[in-house]
Nanobody, 124 residues
Framework: QVQLVESGGGLVQAGGSLRLSCSAS????????MGWYRQARGKQRELVAT???????NYADSVKGRFTISRDNAKNTVYLQMNSLKPEDTAVYYC??????????????????WGQGTLVTISS
């Protein structure tokens, strides 16, 4: 089994900052890309930011210049530093990982895993 555990959500005022963390645990061989997605009430889940094992990053246009994704490969952890938060950033934020794990196979196999989500609420 592989699990992603998120933390760091909460309620802040517009203009404030939050830092989300997501740690992967289990029979992991290696982690390729990790990322953050969000889903606001009544809307579809959307990409926020992704980062590869080589630290190449990709951001949604709506968060460029405000959010920074980073990762600690030794800890299998990805972070999302969110600054200059806006009410429209309010959503449940989900961590995602594209990885290789052992499972029941003697050889690593691909797996995509999602975290349980953490709520971020920005008040105006």
């Amino acid at each position: 089994q592989v699990q992603l555990v998120e933390s760091g959500g909460g309620l802040v005022q517009a203009g404030g900052s939050l830092r989300l963390s997501c740690s992967a645990s289990g029979s992991i061989f290696s982690i390729n890309a990790m990322g953050w997605y969000r889903q606001a009430r009544g809307k579809q889940r959307e990409l926020v930011a992704t980062i590869t094992s080589g630290s190449s990053t990709n951001y949604a246009d709506s968060v460029k210049g405000r959010f920074t994704i980073s990762r600690d490969n030794a800890k299998n952890t990805v972070y999302l530093q969110m600054n200059s938060l806006k009410p429209e950033d309010t959503a449940v934020y989900y961590c995602n990982a594209d990885l290789l794990w052992y499972g029941s196979s003697p050889h690593p196999v691909g797996l995509e895993v999602w975290g349980q989500g953490t709520l971020v609420t920005i008040s105006s």
